[in-house]
């Protein structure tokens, strides 16, 4: 007799998405989520920026591609349910130069190839529509929106808990054994046994899925993405969140304006390898982590691959002057005392054994687990399709207690 039917390992977004999903598709199935902070969304589901993705960036057929749409959707019709707040304020794509046109052109083409009604503006209807941000060329997405994913998450929570499930915190998960029988899970506040679990361990995705033997080859490496809070006399500096045109080779967006649904304005996040997994600040170094990095061949590769951008990185990191700058290509009348103090995310970025920094989500199994092994941004606006993704693939390989309701 096992503890419960399914565990789910991960308190965040992605972790709460998908034991509400397993419940709600199999009413009476006992879930427990164990997570090992204090509280839940403590990592990436609580330290972003707080955009609900319409879609825009990804390859189109991709796994990020098709759940980013349903995300959106699916975020927006949650935040109504539960009355979380919301914004859907759009988000216009801003070109500073001519010789980002090229790809601001492959991106309007691949907004409309993932079918997003779009609009595009020259230089003088950019000014007119955002008079504070200066741009060459960009479009106009609609679908975009804000929202707190915290709240979010607490709000899946809260009907994971109603619905008679457990969600154990404190409890870090530091050993699996699986066995026909299913799993058997060590924490730190004790030993429990299910049949099946899913795994959504952010940036700890990698070494939970050791555990259990999974066959894919990669790692996580974390980028810290720094922030900054506009001071409070810039909170209607614009309408819309400002992107810059990004580069498509990295799975990052570039630093953006972006309106917070507390009704203030932040510029970020950059994208700066951190020296610990959890290092929310510069000097945060865990040797574990960083042993393990450097050991990996594909870590060696990434950074080589990806030297010039790293090293930008880390000088617009250090330097709040170099930082700026980035800021003021399109937003040109902020100045060093606009930029106040604000928190720090960390990204969980797979990286392969080949040196990719794999752009789409992965999601990897053994018999009686599943991985959620890639789930950086827009995860959260993702969480629940990926979740109904893993439902669907249980559905199939296992057999879980009582038959699946249709959604
Ligand atoms: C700076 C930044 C900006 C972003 N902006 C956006 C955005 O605007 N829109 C968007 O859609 N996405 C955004 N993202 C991405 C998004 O936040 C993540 O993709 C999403 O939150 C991932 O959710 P998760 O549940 O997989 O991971 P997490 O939220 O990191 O949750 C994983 C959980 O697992 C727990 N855990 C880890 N190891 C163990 C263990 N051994 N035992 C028990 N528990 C464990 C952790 O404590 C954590 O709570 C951003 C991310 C960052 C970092």
């Known amino acids: 007799m096992s503890d419960f039917d399914l565990i789910v390992v991960g308190g965040g977004i992605v972790g709460l998405a998908s034991a509400r999903e397993f419940m709600r598709a199999y009413p009476g199935l006992s879930v427990a989520v164990l997570e090992k902070e204090p509280a839940i969304a403590g990592h990436q589901t609580g330290r972003n920026s707080g955009v609900i993705h319409a879609g825009v960036y990804y390859a189109p057929g991709s796994l990020k591609a098709r759940f980013c749409r349903e995300g959106s959707a699916d975020t927006m019709a949650f935040c109504r349910e539960h009355g979380i707040p919301f914004d859907q304020c759009g988000k216009l794509i801003v070109a500073t130069e001519e010789a980002e046109l090229p790809r601001l052109k492959a991106l309007t083409e691949r907004a409309r190839a993932n079918g997003l009604d779009i609009e595009e503006m020259d230089g003088p209807e950019l000014a007119r529509r955002e008079p504070h941000i200066r741009g060459i060329a960009g479009f106009l997405v609609k679908a975009s929106g804000i929202v707190d994913y915290r709240a979010v998450a607490e709000a899946m929570a809260g009907e994971i808990t109603a619905g008679g499930g457990t969600i154990l915190t404190g409890a870090e998960v530091t050993g699996i054994e699986e066995s026909p029988a299913g799993v058997s899970v060590e924490t730190r506040r004790g030993r429990f046994t299910a049949p099946h679990l899913v795994a959504c361990a952010g940036l700890m995705a990698d070494r939970i899925a050791r555990m259990c033997g999974v066959a894919a080859d990669f790692r996580i ?187």
């Not at 000097?283 to 594909?298: K, S």
Request: glycine fraction near 6%.
């Open 221 to 407: 490496v974390p980028f810290r993405g720094e922030y900054y809070r506009l001071a409070h006399r810039h909170d209607h500096i614009v309408q819309h969140l400002i992107y810059p045109v990004p580069d498509p080779d990295l799975p990052f967006l570039g630093v953006h304006l972006t309106r917070m649904i507390g009704g203030y304005v932040t510029v970020g996040p950059n994208a700066v390898l951190a020296f610990a997994r959890e290092g929310y600040r510069f000097g945060d170094v865990n040797l574990r982590d960083l042993a393990e990095m450097i050991a990996y061949p594909g870590f060696r590769r990434a950074i080589r691959n990806n030297l010039r951008s790293g090293i930008d990185e880390m000088r617009n990191s250090l330097s709040k002057a170099h930082y700026l700058e980035l800021c003021r290509r399109y937003c040109p009348e902020l100045t060093l005392e606009d930029l106040m103090p604000y928190r720090a995310g960390v990204r969980a970025q797979a990286v392969l054994r080949d040196g990719t920094l794999l752009h789409d989500f992965l999601i990897e199994g053994t018999a009686a687990t599943v991985h959620v092994c890639n789930a950086p941004s827009p995860a959260a606006t993702s969480a629940m399709p990926i979740a109904r993704h893993i439902v669907a693939h249980a559905a199939t390989q296992w057999k879980l207690k009582g038959a699946p309701v249709a959604p």
